[in-house]
C-alpha cells in the first residue's frame, strides 16, 4: 500500500524527483520551468525544499492550481547570502523574465523619482 506521505505524491506529477533531491535547505531564489524550458514562475525561500513543496502541498486546489502544477517539468535555484538579496533578486528576475505565473510584481508603477533643479544661486 502506498503511503500518504510518499515524497512523490508530495511533488507535481512532471517534476523528476532528483530535481527536487537537489534541492538545499538554504536561502535563496528558486526558478519553474515548463516542458521548453521557459521560466514560468519565480520565488523565494529560506529554505528550498520546504518553499517548493508547499506549493504541491494545498488540500483545496482549484484549477489555476492545478494547471500551474501540471506545467512545472524542472526546479533550479541560485543560493543568496541574505532574505533581502534573495527579496531584491526574486523581484528583479521577475520583472526581467515576465514569467507567466507572478503577477504582483509585474505591475509597473513608477512612485519615485530622481529630479534635477537649480535654484536662483545656480546650486
Known sequence: MIKKTAQDQLLSPNLPPDDFLKLRKRTGVYYFYNAVKTV????????FKKRV???????????????????ICS???????????????????IKKL???YNRALKRFMLKHGLYQSEDRNGY
Do not use: P
Open 40 to 47: 514560468i514562475y519565480v520565488g523565494k525561500a529560506v529554505n
Open 98 to 100: 515576465l514569467t507567466a
Open 75 to 93: 526546479v533550479s535555484f541560485e543560493i543568496c547570502a541574505t532574505q533581502l538579496m534573495a527579496l531584491v533578486v526574486e523581484c528583479v528576475e
Open 53 to 71: 513543496a508547499s506549493h504541491f502541498a494545498c488540500k483545496n486546489i482549484s484549477l489555476q492550481r492545478q494547471n500551474f502544477s501540471r506545467e
